[in-house]
């Protein structure tokens, strides 16, 4: 066989190694998908306050999950999007053009059966299958979960440091994943 038909075959395998190779290299990639719970039909004030906090909380989790060594994207979405299917969707096409490998979702709501102010943190590992076609992306089983309820008062909402809880959670979840 010619070397000028075997060359782009052994180029490509050379490359897709390479590029197999930076991949593994690169450190995991954390989806930080926060949203909110208490959507108020009356005060389009409160679901304002609710994104910002929802938001914050993110952006932190995406800071302790980058100090620690990882690649974290944040995903807002307000507390008025309702469409669980296309936010999935979108989350799903995000960690697959980000590579990334872990799911996290963050938020903080006031439960009202309970009068509690609700702040948690959910890890997911996310799936990736090749297909005919391109790549599946899945979310897998749940790695760990995180939830602490406050009463739901002034007080609380007066103490509260949203970057606190967050470096908190993600602490919790890199002790138990052994720092992975």
Known sequence: MKLSRIAP????IVLGA???HAAAQ???????????RSLSTTSPEANVMWNKLNDA???????EFERSGRRATA?????????ADRVMRDLVQRASK?????????GMYAEQETQSFV???RMRRLEFTRMPGGTKVSIGDQVFERVQRDPLT??????????????SFVGSYLSQAGGK
């Open 9 to 12: 075959w052994l180029c490509a």
């Open 75 to 83: 995903v807002p979405y307000p507390v008025e999007a309702t469409d």
């Open 119 to 121: 702040s948690f943190m």
């Open 154 to 167: 002034r007080e609380t909402l007066d103490r509260l440091v949203v970057g606190d809880i967050a470096h």
């Open 57 to 63: 909380f993110g952006q932190f989790a995406v800071q």
């Open 18 to 20: 390479q590029a197999f």
């Open 98 to 106: 980000d590579r990334c490998t872990l799911l996290a979702q963050v």
């Open 26 to 36: 690169e450190p995991d990639c954390v989806v930080v998908f926060s949203q909110g």
